[in-house]
């Protein structure tokens, strides 16, 4: 595949970045698009697209997330709070023809950017799909310890979900 391009994703871009989730998950993880709507209208400027020949191939959704607020799976009123303390990399899909051709660490690290560029002084995710090994080739390691996810709430992202977290210092 040549080269695609990593942007930052536009409204107009929502119904294909649901196509490109329908293809890399199980079908619980499917979000309305209601839901993708409100994450992306509370902060465009944490999700990103990658577009190859004029169709998106990729994505990261990411949110500033205050202390525990991390949104249910398929929340659709999801609002962010005043004072964010870590980023939350909510969803990452790079769709079956894009696999292997280094979108995937590029979005990583565009948002490990931005959240050091926001002062934000950690990031965290939900592993799912068995995906915790490709997470700790960033840094993340699992975070047992539920000061910002609950049990419960990890447990409504799957009976495999594990909460992964990492500090990020002056040159993540
Ligand atoms: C997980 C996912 C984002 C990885 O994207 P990808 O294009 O396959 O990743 P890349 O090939 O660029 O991988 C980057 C590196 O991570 C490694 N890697 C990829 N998937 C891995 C996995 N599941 N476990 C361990 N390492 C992995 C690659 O071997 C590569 O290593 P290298 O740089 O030494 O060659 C992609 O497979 C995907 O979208 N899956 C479906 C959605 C999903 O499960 N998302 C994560 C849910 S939290």
Redesign the pocket.
Known sequence: MTQALVRPMAQGDLAAVLSVQHQ??AAAFHEPIEAFASKWAASPDTCWVAEHEGAVCAYLVCLPIEQRNLPALHATDFQKGMHPDWLYLHD???GPV????????QLVERALARAQAMALPAAG???????S???R?FGFEIDASERLVSARKLASFGADAVFMSRELGATA
Do not use: E, K, N
Not at 98 to 105: E, K, N, Q, Y
Not at 125 to 131: D, E, F, M, T, W
């Open positions: 890399s998950y990452l899909a790079i894009a696999r292997g051709t280094g979108l995937a660490p995710l939900i592993a799912v799909q068995g995906s090994a490709f997470w080739r």
